[in-house]
């Protein structure tokens, strides 16, 4: 679709998630808003109003945004515990989010899934969970519908390194290749699994890419702080989903800057060096962008600027709207269980 | 109405539902082979073919997951495990996703997929091949869960269960599969929570979930013999469970037999018991009694077996009991197994 | 005695268990790291290394097999989930082979894996973070399964487990973890099937389960207050389960109130209902109430969730329902949830 | 070890099982002897005095025999629902298997476990399941313990192609991988699961022994029909993991040759053909082997037909034995239950 789309709060949500082949100053806007979203989030968290665990993002923006650059409206997308980026690129309403993380009946799921379910069918986000794989399997069943009905339609399954181990990775990868089903594979390999590195996870020598081309799926690697790259790999993706040609599978390199769950740095914790953290802060997807477009011209450091304080804006107006707003009154407690 | 088996009855459902909504598709390793789980899924392949009945891959996680996404796509999946044991590989799908979707997403509409789970008594199948599940089900919000226990209640719950929008459980136990019954033609839903009074009486309630439902009517028909007029109750449901029926049974006759092929403890039975502490206690007039599988894992060998599983003679000495009767039967009761064509 | 908080109970008894036994290993995912399970294999990381406390893969399914036939092979594996939700992934092998192995191989010796799986009560953990699983797990023979609700109890259990050859599952609730109680300084087993009786009394049997022993037991404190004696029972373990000292209660006091962090029904809840109705029916002046979390998965929003789980309050209110006393309670007690330290 | 082995019954088990290095003839007869219990068993199955489904090897001797000729007795073996040959080629009971199959107490499991739970620790057959792939992890898992206790044991999970598909295949391999275990992965890939190809299952033109590759095992694949061929490669393997250089996975082509689960031919079910059956059967191990035998002279026809009665006549006191011993008294129905 192309128009502009509207979120709950009334703000314009970035074009970037909704067409294809948007300048990259869409991207750039996307990966931003998203960052201003989460930042302005973990700031609140200590006001201890938002109570649900809540994984943050920031730092992997490039894959939400990329992947959903190059995915149109009738796509579909699922998600685990870390969905707000993924949410938020495939055009999720941030009033939606920001009052589902405030517990509010004008949450996404009326404050009762919280940060880890988030959800918005119209737009294509059909559901998050924080089961580790549990939707991978959801998205190859909806690609599967899509194959059945012949639709021009792809499902997407964003997921972390984590996720790989589970049993259901395998069974998921082997249905999908088995029946050539249109679902793309995103898998943000941010290296850690909470506080486990990879190396105590998954066999040495062997990256996770590889092992799914054995199923003969096709596979490809991408810096996944780099949101062109990203962007374009995906639309490849998508265009082999689409065409008829099976499942894709992406695998993303980036990297997780806060905790695993919750607002705070914790690379004073052990488990891993703040010389790692500041590396791949130093790689930063925003930066990156930002530095290309500001290089080529095609935005300057005010419009940047301008576009930060609009999103600050919005957040702020969303979480204003999200706190005055009513919670779910006791007595409605069992809707929506049948 | 035509007489049908049990298993006929379901062919029967699934076609005329696949006849009806294009979205049903059947799936399930072995749906579509010679066998057609147990005759259940044969006609529908040869009406329908592969594109709508599907075998699959042995991956029940996966798998269940795969229908939960179809289903939030429009379609309406089967999902048949030839035995109900294997779904403990799906638990978390099915419980923890499917169970809770339209809930933690606040979603317009469930995921409605159609779990059919065949419990496998019969020939010393064993530990692992023989469970009844349906208390471990029923415990979680969010399922539809039922243990039809004749021909009209298979095809009728299945077809209920096709229409609505929340994901279900359907237990069937392979000891049924011969059981011949009146069944309507046409795709009548039966509605969950709705419970079957199998056999009006007045001296004491049985209620019988799934096979225990047949024998206790087998039970009642030995007491009526002595005199004895028993009320057997089928809930049909077990979640919504139609508690109302069990109650007003209860404030009529005053005793309560529970009888399941699930184990007692945490099971169908205590909750059955349970209700009647709850709401029952006025008129209870005698301590209620459980009739179920022996706890311990299901053995093999035969004289166990027969052992293990609650009999139609299990539950007449437990109305007997409560009943402060010591009447010994005059006849023994064949086994509902003597039915079952060996070798498997 | 020492006082000890119920995590730092749970980890000392971890500690003396590998001391004098080197078959025990402790597995899990984040084991090993600085959170250490919410401090619970902290201790036994720092002393024993990542040689016997070890993190694994996401692999919760054929990690319960890794753990079983490691204990085939002689080690005492304890399985940590840091959910207890995670669990379902792993059903198939607890319930399926687990707790069948010594029957189902007539083996010498069972399979003497203990899996430690936490309730996330706190801080809107939501639908699949915050379930009770206990009375799942107690359906099946051949597993023990305890909820232990005090300090003592956590060690206790634990240690009884790490000696026993039967597979255990033992559910500690988050919400209890800053507990702090007296607790043997030796590793004394606590033995499966022994209830606690948490505080005797002779006009109502509360019988509480995980937290709800806990919260029973403030709800007894306010009873007191107005003159109400009622007796507290923690049934410590569901499988085997101490029916002899709850009947003995309900003789006394001829009313019972069961409280359960699982859902009521086929629940712990139920079945502690059943029993009143099987053996307590002479001797029960009231019916039986049960305090439960609602029917309906696990809301995340505040006033929600304080309405999804059961408080003391809901406890008392059962408790005069049953004497039929419609005393209004002097004072609101603070929510357990209040010492809950956020922001997670 | 060295010296033979007494079963139950007192009847001589072929020392092919206990000793790497022994001659063919030592092969041959160890398959003789399966092959003969298995159809002597399926023709008594009819009689329904066995009631326990029943999933008969017959056509798959070799995998059991080669492989397990390859071990010592303390290592350690794991099967599946198809456990006969494995049981008796480790050395298990062949009245206490007997007995199982007839429920009588004198049954390895005292009846209360039946065909497919077969089990004898004594002699390192620890578990058969009948849950597809459940007791592939359970096997790593004392593989497990072995590596940390540095003892010079083996574990080994046979398997089919069918349990390759579960989850759980994937995560044992995984850990199997990541810890270096020394477990021997042995798929006996008969082409069919119940009564579905391959090809309805598994992704065209990948290789099963291929995709394990990937993760860093090696790998190998072998004519399990060659029993020959499979006892060197087993040799191999279990000199891989003793030596601990890790897992090892071995895939052996093979063939059922009865029906899935019960004791008749099913060449006319329309699952496959006549022919493929035939040209399998035409390729049967035993046939294979005895004419490499006579062809070198290793022993006379007479030979063959001589160890073939006393075979028969094994299995046939076996059987009378098991059928006069007592079932289990209902009284007992708890026992072991804890
Ligand atoms: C089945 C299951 N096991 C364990 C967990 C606990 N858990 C939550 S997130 C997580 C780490 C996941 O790592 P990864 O998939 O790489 O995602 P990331 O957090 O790095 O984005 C774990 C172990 C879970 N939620 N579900
Ligand atoms: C978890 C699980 N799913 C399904 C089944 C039913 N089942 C029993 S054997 C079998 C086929 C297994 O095929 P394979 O692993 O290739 O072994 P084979 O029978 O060919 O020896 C199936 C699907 C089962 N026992 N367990
Ligand atoms: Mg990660
Ligand atoms: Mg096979």
């Keep these: 679709m192309s128009e502009v789309q509207e979120s709950h709060s009334g703000a314009v949500v970035p074009r970037a998630a909704e067409r294809p082949g948007v300048p990259e100053c869409e991207l750039l806007r996307a990966m931003l808003r998203i960052r201003c979203v989460e930042e302005t989030l973990a700031d609140l968290y200590a006001e201890q109003e938002m109570r649900t665990p809540t994984h943050f993002s920031i730092g992997q923006e490039a894959v939400a945004v990329g992947v959903c650059a190059a995915l149109r409206r009738a796509d579909v997308i699922y998600s685990g515990h870390r969905c707000h980026a993924h949410y938020l690129a495939k055009g999720g309403s941030l009033l939606g989010m920001v009052g589902e993380l405030y517990g509010r009946e004008i949450g996404t799921a009326r404050g009762r899934g919280g940060s880890v379910h988030l959800a918005q069918p119209e737009v294509g986000v059909i559901a998050s969970s924080a089961i580790l794989g549990q939707t991978l399997a959801v998205a190859v069943g909806s690609a599967w519908a899509f194959a059945m009905d012949h639709a021009p339609r792809i499902a997407v399954a964003f997921f972390g390194d984590g996720a790989v181990e589970e049993g259901i990775f395998h069974e998921s990868l082997n249905f999908a290749a088995l029946h050539r089903v249109p679902v793309l594979f995103v898998c943000e390999n941010n290296l850690y699994s909470t506080h486990s590195g990879l190396a105590v996870r ?34 490849r993706a998508a265009d082999h989903c689409r065409s008829g ?94 | 109405m035509q007489r049908l088996k049990y298993w006929q009855a379901i062919s029967q459902g699934l076609v005329q539902c696949m006849e009806r909504d294009p979205a049903v598709i059947i799936t399930g390793i072995g749906v579509d082979d010679f066998k057609g789980i147990f005759g259940t899924t044969r006609a529908a392949f040869e009406r329908f073919g ?149 056999r009006e009486g007045t001296d004491v309630t049985i209620v019988g979930a799934s096979l225990m439902a047949y024998e206790a009517a087998r039970a009642a028909d030995l007491l009526a013999e002595h005199g004895i007029s028993a009320e057997v109750i089928d809930p049909r449901s077990l979640r919504p469970l139609d508690t109302g029926t069990i109650l007003e049974s209860l404030r009529k006759t005053g005793r309560l037999i529970v009888a399941d092929t699930s184990w007692a403890m945490y099971g169908f039975s205590a909750e059955v018991a349970a209700l009647a502490a709850e709401h029952g206690h006025a008129c209870l007039k005698a301590p209620v009694r459980r009739v179920t599988p022996l706890d311990c894992p299901a053995p093999v060998s035969r004289p166990l077996e027969e052992a293990f599983h609650p009999t139609p003679m299990t539950i007449v000495r437990a109305c007997l009991d409560v009943l402060e009767l010591t009447a010994t039967t005059s006849r023994a009761l064949a086994d509902v197994q003597a039915r079952f064509p060996g070798p498997y």
């Design chain 1, 202 to 235: 998954q066999p040495a020598g062997r990256s996770i890419y590889e092992r799914v081309g054995a199923y003969g799926i096709t596979t490809e690697h991408v810096d996944g702080n780099d949101v062109l790259a990203v962007r374009q790999a995906a639309s």
């Design chain 2, 50 to 198: 592969a594109a709508r009945v599907i075998d699959i891959p042995n991956c029940e996680n996966a798998f269940a997951g795969i229908a939960i996404g179809a289903a939030a796509m429009g379609k309406r999946p089967v999902v048949v495990h030839p035995r109900n044991d294997f779904m403990f590989l799906a638990f978390d799908q099915i419980m923890n996703l499917a169970a809770k979707w339209k809930y933690m997403y606040q979603a317009k509409r469930g995921v409605p997929v159609v779990f059919r789970g065949i419990v496998g008594r019969g020939w010393g199948q064993g530990a692992t091949h023989s469970q009844s599940l349906q208390s471990v089900f029923a415990h979680f919000p969010g399922l539809h869960v039922a243990v039809p226990a004749s021909p009209a209640d298979a095809k009728g719950l299945l077809v209920a269960a096709l229409r609505e929008d929340t994901p279900a459980v359907l237990l069937e136990n392979r000891a049924l599969y011969e059981l011949e019954g009146d069944v309507p033609e046409e795709p009548v839903p039966i509605p969950f929570g709705k419970a079957r009074i199998v």
């Design chain 1, 245 to 338: 040609k099976g499942p894709y599978f992406l695998e993303c390199a980036t990297y997780r800057w806060r905790e695993h769950v919750g607002p705070l740095w914790d690379y004073d914790r052990g488990y891993r060096t703040k010389e790692e953290v500041e590396q791949w802060m130093a790689r930063c997807p925003i930066k990156r962008l930002t530095e290309h477009c500001l290089a080529r011209g095609l935005c300057t450091p005010a419009d940047v600027e301008a576009w930060r304080q609009e999103f600050r804006r919005e957040v702020d107006a969303a979480v204003a709207t999200a706190r005055r707003s009513p919670f779910p009154r006791p007595e409605a407690i069992l809707e929506g269980t049948y």
